[in-house]
């Protein structure tokens, strides 16, 4: 765990420097098919415009790893210099082709050189074990060189639940595990004298988000090494659900100094997220400032599984319990603007009161999550209680707090939604598809469902979900119960149906 501002080294990306001092930036990705080059400049000038710094969009094979070139021709043409990222999984052809022609290509060493994890133990002696790290070492040893020649950056981009069994047999589907998957690939890069690289801890747990990101910051920091470093919390979902998750992920690390760019995955369009962004980052860097040193990062408190934060009403400075009855312990009352000063060994019940004067709900369910979700990822609180003097009042200040518990997996009280953003690789409706989902199950509680656009985001990705919808072609989705499919290709408009009925099935309804 740092105990100090982590400070990255700087590095350039096409004509934007990141780490170091400099501003942390903003990314978005585009979900149109890479191959129809219209729609992808026109969205990529709306995410510009929104106020990216960068731009990603999917390669899932050589021929849209070549069209990047007429996107980033038709983009210079417009007047548009905003470098382009390249999302690569399991191609490393599609990666040196694209390396050639974007200004950073992101890699996922899980799937990069090996093939999809099948959740099957993979022992391997020692021996064994650094023949496959030499296997690596010379696959990728052209996309090395491409990027030398090009003065192209490469993201090892980890995310939790797409790790290789390689990895999950020696380390298990964890923090660490991701931690060691990126040092695998560093030490490689490292041997080639390649040090243009940005990293990334990603996951939709926020404590795995946080805990994995904290114990990479640690590694480096032993071994002398500094890279920029990408925070997002994936398949975040959509709406105020999704706001929170992302803030509440993002913000833990940014109040403690950690993280250069950072991507909010939403399932909505994605000029979307760069507005989400920004309130983040406006609000966290408002608290802690950029170039300070960042806020004393909290420990991982030891809690017993009747671990149940509150969640108490500000009646007219009555503060009440649940239950309606006055509240009994110690409650910290802070400006919004502020981070609580709670003494560490208290023995008080933790009651967190920020004060607010906020009169759109959406900035203050961000800025809310932003500020306090790190105490409920690290258990470090016992309570919230969202005070308000603009016009959110009430009942909606109750719903945010709950959300918060919810997205920080601190006290589960409905079904928790797990779904990615969309790419060019999506062939259905995501976000259509995630409403009637919702609107099918939302009656359920304790139940974790992922809804997946491809096969590169389930079943590993959806990390622990309960069921799964994930999809499988123009029009067809797999149904996932945990990481089994136990329906393939059906149909779009009876998928919903047929999700539901085995959920029912499995609940003896």
């Not at 694209?98 to 996922?108: D, F, L, M, Q, T």
């Not at 090494?225 to 999704?242: C, F, K, M, R, W």
């Not at 500020?371 to 009430?394: E, H, T």
């Amino acid at each position: 765990m740092p105990d100090r501002l982590y400070i990255s080294s700087e590095i350039i990306i096409g004509n934007i420097p990141v780490g170091g001092s400099n501003p942390i930036r903003l990314q978005s990705m585009t979900n149109t098919y890479t191959l129809d080059t219209k729609a992808s400049v026109a969205q990529c000038i709306r995410i510009i415009e929104a106020g990216a710094d960068y731009v990603r969009l999917t390669a899932q094979g050589t021929r849209e790893a070549e069209n990047l070139a007429n996107i980033k021709k038709e983009l210079r043409k417009a007047g548009f210099n905003t470098p382009l990222i390249a999302d690569i999984h399991f191609n490393p052809e599609a990666a040196e082709t694209a390396a050639r022609i974007v200004e950073k290509v992101r890699i996922n060493p899980g799937n990069y050189a090996d093939k999809r994890a099948s959740f099957i133990t993979k022992v391997l002696t020692e021996k064994e074990y650094n023949v496959d790290l030499e296997r690596i070492h010379q696959r990728l040893l052209p996309l090395i060189n491409i990027c030398r020649e090009n003065s192209t950056v490469i993201r090892i981009g980890i995310n939790h639940g797409s790790l290789s069994d390689r990895i999950m047999t020696r380390y298990g589907n964890t923090p660490k595990g991701m931690v060691f998957s990126a040092l695998e690939f560093i030490k490689i890069f490292l041997a080639e004298n390649f040090n243009s690289l940005v990293l990334s801890m990603k996951s939709s747990d926020t404590v795995v988000l946080v805990e994995s990101n904290r114990l990479l910051v640690r590694m480096l920091q032993e071994q002398g090494l500094s890279y920029p470093i990408h925070l997002g919390v994936t398949e975040a979902g959509e709406g105020e659900d999704g706001r929170i998750r992302s803030a509440a992920g993002i913000g833990a690390l940014l109040a403690e100094g950690i993280g250069d760019t950072i991507r909010v995955s939403l399932s909505e369009d994605p000029e979307r997220e760069i507005t989400v962004a920004k309130e983040i980052l406006n609000f966290i860097g408002g608290v802690t400032g950029r170039t300070q040193t960042p806020v004393e990062p909290l420990r991982f408190k030891s809690r017993n599984i009747l671990y149940k934060p509150e969640v108490i009403a500000d009646d007219n400075g009555r503060f009440l319990s649940e239950n309606g009855d006055p509240f009994q312990g110690k409650m910290f009352t802070f400006r919004a603007g502020t981070m609580p000063s709670v003494p560490e060994h208290s023995k008080d019940k933790i009651i967190l009161n920020p004060v607010f004067s906020e009169d759109d709900p959406e900035k203050l369910a961000i800025d809310a999550a932003s500020l306090l979700g790190r105490w409920f990822i690290l258990k470090q609180a016992d309570g919230i209680c969202i005070s308000n003097k603009g016009k959110v009042r009430g009942e909606k200040l109750k719903e945010i707090s709950f959300s918060i518990l919810q997205t920080t997996e601190a006290r589960i009280t409905r079904t928790r939604y797990i779904s990615c953003p969309t790419c060019g690789r999506t062939k259905f409706n995501l976000q259509e598809a995630v409403k009637k989902i919702k609107a099918a199950t939302s009656h359920l509680t304790g139940l974790r469902i992922a809804v997946m656009g491809c096969i590169v985001n389930g079943p590993g990705e959806m990390a622990g979900a309960d069921y799964g919808y994930v999809g499988a072609g123009e029009g067809k989705v797999h149904i996932y119960r945990g990481t089994i499919p136990v329906l393939k290709n059906v149909a779009e408009e009876e998928a919903v149906a047929a999700l539901l009925s085995i959920i029912n099935s499995d609940l003896g309804r």
